[in-house]
Structures are given as C-alpha cells and as structure tokens.
T-cell receptor
C-alpha cells in the first residue's frame, strides 16, 4: 500500500462527457503528480501541483484541468471526452520540498483510475 | 519525442538466471535515474535508483548500472524469480528540480519456472 488513494478505480462513460478523478496523497506529501498511461505507452506526465500551486505541466490537453485543494487532495477533470482519452490515469505524490530544492525523485503511485470512453 | 527509451517491449528468462533490462536516454540534463516495477491492477512501485555521480547501485538481487557517456542504464536481476514477472519502467529526472519523472514505455519481464 503506497498510501496514495485514487477514486474511482474504474469509470465508463460516453464521448463528449466530463469526469473527475480524485487523488489523496500520502500523509505529509505536498506534491501531487498526474500521469496518463495509454495502451502500449509509457507513463506520460500530465501535471504537477505543489502545496496547491501548479508546479510543472507536461502533455496535458486543454480539455483537461487539475487542481490541488487546501487539504492537499487533487482532482483531475477531463472534459469533452474522446475515445482516445481511454487510459489509466495515475496519481503520485512525493515529499518534494520546493524550498530545499527537491528530493530524490521517488514517487509513490496510487493504483490508478481506469477510464473507458465509449 | 521519447527522452527515455526502452526498446525491447518484452523479455523472457528462466528462473534462477539473470535478467538484464536496458534503458537509453537522450536528455543530457538527466542526472537521476529510477526503476519502477508494476504488477497488473496496481500502481508502479519504486525499485531502485542511481545518481549520475555513481555508475553502479546494488540492492539485494537488483543492481542498476549507469553508463553516462553512452546515456545508457541497465537493471540486472540475479537470480530471477517468478515473482519478478512484471512490467519494469525506467525513469529519469533532473535532481533538485520539481522531481518530475520522465518514463520509458516499459518492459514486460516474464520469469519461467
């Protein structure tokens, strides 16, 4: 158990719809990362938040957005869904501390949310 | 643009033998490298890491080798066990930055009993 909780585990929806994926990081971790794993693809970095603020952005579509709340949980919002958005979405957290310049880079991953768009 | 490449999608080895998983990278700014293991229906879990100031790091049956001049790293598992069957991801980062990891596509390792 990594200590990172993601809900829902599975989600089936239709094209054009909007969904929200939720992540609770490990206790004490301020940094949250979202990754997408599509079929035959590695883990593609989407976005990182640190203590409520966006820290880094990767290959995240404009139809996708995320936020991190004061209690440090994060949500990834996916809108105007397309068939190609079907993927596993992973959330990870780390003990990264901006003030100290970072950490060893080890991320702790949740079990993922499997999104199927029909 | 794949900055971290795992060119072999799969590897099958006999139990007790050595498994060698390879990874190449193109970004010379990367200075910290990690291997993650992933079982079906689970998230990736950290396995072992190496800093660019080293060329080898060992943890039990797992050893990671880094060749900076070739921008190549490898994970050796000796001896391989059936429980090692999983997908292995190579990842890289710039230490001291935002800890964002760049992952390869993964290698599926099958260890035959």
């Amino acid at each position: 158990d990594s200590g990172v909780t993601q809900t829902p585990k599975h989600l089936i929806t239709a094209t054009g719809q909007r969904v929200t994926l939720r992540c609770s990081p490990r206790s004490g971790d301020l940094s949250v990362y979202w990754y997408q794993q599509s079929l035959d693809q590695g883990l593609q970095f989407l976005i990182q938040y640190y203590n409520g603020e966006e820290r880094a952005k990767g290959n995240i579509l404009e139809r996708f957005s995320a936020q991190q709340f004061p209690d440090l949980h994060s949500e990834l919002n996916l809108s105007s869904l397309e068939l190609g958005d079907s993927a596993l979405y992973f959330c990870a957290s780390s003990s990264f501390r901006a003030a100290s310049g970072g950490n060893t880079g080890e991320l702790f991953f949740g079990e993922g949310s499997r999104l199927t768009v029909l | 643009d794949q900055q971290v490449k795992q060119n072999s999608p799969s590897l099958s080895v006999q139990e007790g033998r050595i498994s060698i998983l390879n990874c190449d990278y193109t970004n010379s700014m990367f200075d910290y490298f990690l291997w993650y293991k992933k079982y079906p229906a689970e998230g990736p879990t950290f396995l072992i890491s190496i800093s660019s100031i080293k060329d080898k790091n060992e943890d039990g049956r797992f050893t990671v080798f880094l060749n900076k001049s070739a921008k190549h790293l490898s994970l050796h598992i000796v001896p391989s066990q059936p429980g090692d069957s999983a997908v292995y991801f190579c990842a890289a980062s710039v230490y001291g930055a935002n800890s964002k990891l760049t992952f390869g596509k993964g290698i599926t390792l099958s260890v035959r009993p």
